[in-house]
T-cell receptor
Framework: SQKIEQNSEALNIQEGKTATLTCNYTNYSPAYLQWYRQDPGRGPVFLLLIRENEKEKRKERLKVTFDTTLKQSLFHITASQPADSATYLC??????????FGAGTRLFVKA | NAGVTQTPKFQVLKTGQSMTLQCAQDMNHEYMSWYRQDPGMGLRLIHYSVGAGITDQGEVPNGYNVSRSTTEDFPLRLLSAAPSQTSVYFCAIGRGPTDTQYFGPGTRLTVL
């Protein structure tokens, strides 16, 4: 069956360190992959989109990689801050007008 | 959540009751979709629409109906609510299915 896996365990890191979150998928060949941030009680907010022909994308302190051979995306937040604490979701298109989401990884950044 | 409004914010229903969750947008985006979010399961697509008059099913459509008579509105109807439909419901819009999705603030629904 089609599946997206994100680390269900929360990630705890110290302020200033780099946070790395993983998104693995099976049985898909997505044309693109997106990362969203979700704060408690709120809807997801778009962060970055990376296409299948792109290996890496950056936006300020954020970096996303996309390895279609490994079927994996890594999401990095450099110089992390307590304000980065949130749940991060990855999302894939499945080439049929649909986008599906992973369950998300919760990030806690300690001051 | 600018541009996407959802009402109500909270709702409690009894099993068997019906209700409509409203979603409205002012960004003139063609693509609209409904997701439900349950703990540990992420967002699951219920129904989507690629334009006025066109709707289709997502991953978990059973128990829900939708219609799209205008570009702005995409209501989600629960015909006979069940406890399994207790969830947080999000409406999302985008220029297209492969573009960035903008989410509304959500409706928290409890079915007793």
């Amino acid at each position: 069956s089609q599946k997206i896996e994100q680390n269900s365990e929360a990630l705890n890191i110290q302020e200033g360190k780099t946070a790395t979150l993983t998104c693995n998928y099976t049985n898909y060949s997505p044309a693109y992959l997106q990362w969203y941030r979700q704060d408690p009680g709120r809807g997801p907010v778009f962060l970055l989109l990376i296409r299948e022909n792109e290996k890496e994308k950056r936006k300020e302190r954020l970096k996303v990689t996309f390895d279609t051979t490994l079927k994996q995306s890594l999401f990095h937040i450099t110089a992390s801050q307590p304000a980065d604490s949130a749940t991060y979701l990855c999302a894939l298109d499945i080439r049929s007008f649909k986008t599906i989401f992973g369950a998300g990884t919760r990030l806690f950044v300690k001051a | 959540n600018a541009g996407v409004t959802q009402t109500p914010k909270f709702q409690v229903l009894k099993t068997g009751q019906s209700m409509t969750l409203q979603c409205a947008q002012d960004m003139n985006h063609e693509y609209m979709s409904w997701y439900r979010q349950d703990p540990g399961m992420g967002l699951r697509l219920i129904h989507y629409s690629v334009g006025a008059g066109i709707t289709d099913q997502g991953e978990v459509p059973n128990g829900y109906n939708v219609s799209r008579s205008t570009t702005e509105d995409f209501p989600l109807r629960l015909l006979s609510a069940a406890p399994s439909q207790t969830s947080v419901y999000f409406c999302a819009i985008g220029r297209g299915p492969t573009d960035t999705q903008y989410f509304g603030p959500g409706t928290r629904l409890t079915v007793l």
